[in-house]
């Protein structure tokens, strides 16, 4: 079974502080991705990653930043936690391109207050 | 823009009730359509997608959705539910070639509440 973890299930953060989500899959995946999910609209994509240290931007980036340094593992980083990026943080990873199954992590759920 | 519209945001239904989740996308070019579904604490798991080949697509735990090129729906079914599909359904859609290719467009999701 393909597995995807994500370093923490909750999280709380002050605001302006620096946070560090991790996420690791253990199928020798090409694609890596980070969603936030908010009730009501769905999942959004922040950034993904089509190989090690390759990136692009998704629909929202702005205040994230990501980094892949090697294969199985894909980090997103807030690097002045606001209250707006409350939220819960999913992780992906697929093998392929479009037609492809994304497996996702369990999520984690941060509070910045 | 391209986009995925879930038409209702909760669904309750009886226990043992047929089910239909609506999903309609904006695209004038082929799709690839997919349904996930998140289970109560958990991450998203497909239900099943539609590529190409036959418009009916069967899935896991006896869910099924027909591909409607010219409504441009992937309305999901299932013809009786049981109270473990309670959980929240996402439709999701990728449009066209390169590194777009990678980006599932997604609904809003439909929250299917089983009633017994």
């Known amino acids: 079974d393909v597995k995807v973890t994500q370093s923490s299930r909750y999280l709380v953060k002050r605001t302006g502080e620096k946070v560090f989500l991790e996420c690791v899959q253990d199928?020798?995946?090409?694609?890596m991705f980070w969603y936030r999910q908010d009730p009501g609209l769905g999942l959004r994509l922040i950034y993904f990653s089509y190989d090690v240290k390759m990136k692009e931007k998704g629909d929202i980036p702005e205040g994230y930043s990501v980094s892949r340094e090697k294969k199985e593992r894909f980090s997103l980083i807030l690097e002045s936690a606001s209250t707006n990026q409350t939220s819960m943080y999913l992780c992906?990873?697929?093998?392929?391109?479009?037609?492809?199954?994304?497996?996702f992590g369990p999520g984690t759920r941060l509070t910045v207050t | 823009a391209q986009s995925v519209t879930q038409l209702d945001s909760q669904v309750p239904v009886f226990e043992e009730a047929p089910v239909e989740l609506r999903c309609n996308y904006s695209s004038s070019v082929s799709v690839y359509l997919f349904w996930y579904v998140q289970y109560p604490n958990q991450g998203l798991q497909l239900l099943l997608k539609y590529l190409s080949g036959s418009t009916l697509v069967k899935g896991i735990n006896g869910f099924e959705a027909e591909f409607n090129k010219s409504q441009t729906s992937f309305h999901l079914r299932k013809p009786s539910v049981h109270i473990s599909d309670t959980a929240e359904y996402f439709c999701a859609v990728t449009i066209g070639p390169g590194l777009s290719n990678y980006q599932l467009i997604w609904g809003a999701g439909t929250k299917l509440i089983i009633k017994p």
């Open positions: 199928m020798d995946h090409e694609n």
């Open positions: 992906a990873s697929s093998l392929g391109g479009g037609t492809d199954e994304q497996y």
